[in-house]
Structures are given as structure tokens and as C-alpha cells.
């Protein structure tokens, strides 16, 4: 599977963006997908994880309830909605994939990773 991420770039406090995370190479209709981020000087941490039906969903709690996660499995894409930006979302975003049904908090139970797009939130 690889993984194309997109729609990252400069946003001020307050507003929003959307990200993609387009699969090819494989139908991800039978894989979970998750969003991570990595700002620099700091690990890679957990944003959301759907799973392969997209019936479940997983937020880290600084996110909850400002980024939704989505996919539409026709279009081989999974999406991160992110409203109500702070400064301390800027990072670059990494969309992964896991084979197996079920979204993750964990790093290590992804086998696929996108390049990472920038966001930068200005206060």
C-alpha cells in the first residue's frame, strides 16, 4: 500500500483545514487507517484511527471533538477534518495503515506510512 498525504499548509489559530490520505496500490477497504503527527523535537504521537468499515473511530483527547476522521473506501481516501486549529497543532501529519480491520493508538501495529504533510498553525 502506499500512502499520498495532502493538504497541509498555513492556517491561523481558530481556523481550519483538511487532510487526505490517498491509498493506492491495494484496496483499503480491509485496513485500518490512523493519523499521526510529529512536531519537531518531539516523538510521533497518536491523532485518530478509523477503522476499515469506518463505523469506529479513535481521538487522542487534545483533538477530541475539534478533528473528525473519515474515509470513503470507493475512493480509496481517508480524511482528518480539523477545525478550531491551535498553535500547538503544528506538526507534520502522517497518515498510516494497518492490516487488519481496527484502527490503533500505536505506532507499532501500522505497517504502511504516507511522507507527511506540514501544518502550521500562527497565532
Known amino acids: 500500500v502506499q500512502l499520498q498525504a495532502s493538504g497541509g499548509g498555513l492556517v491561523q489559530a481558530g481556523g481550519s483545514l483538511r487532510l487526505s490520505c490517498a491509498a493506492s496500490?491495494?484496496?483499503?477497504?480491509?485496513?485500518?487507517m490512523g493519523w499521526f503527527r510529529q512536531a519537531p523535537g518531539k516523538e510521533r504521537e497518536f491523532v485518530a484511527a478509523?477503522?476499515?468499515?469506518?463505523?469506529?473511530?479513535y481521538y487522542a483527547d487534545t483533538v477530541k471533538g475539534r478533528f473528525t476522521i473519515s474515509r470513503d473506501n470507493a475512493k480509496n481516501t481517508v480524511y482528518l477534518q480539523m477545525n478550531s486549529l491551535k498553535p500547538e497543532d503544528t506538526a507534520v501529519y502522517y497518515c498510516a495503515a494497518r492490516r487488519g480491520g481496527w484502527g490503533s493508538r500505536f505506532i507499532d501495529e501500522y505497517d504502511y506510512w504516507g511522507q507527511g504533510t506540514q501544518v502550521t498553525v500562527s497565532s
Open positions: 496500490g491495494r484496496t483499503v477497504t480491509s485496513v485500518g
Open positions: 478509523i477503522s476499515a468499515s469506518g463505523d469506529a473511530t
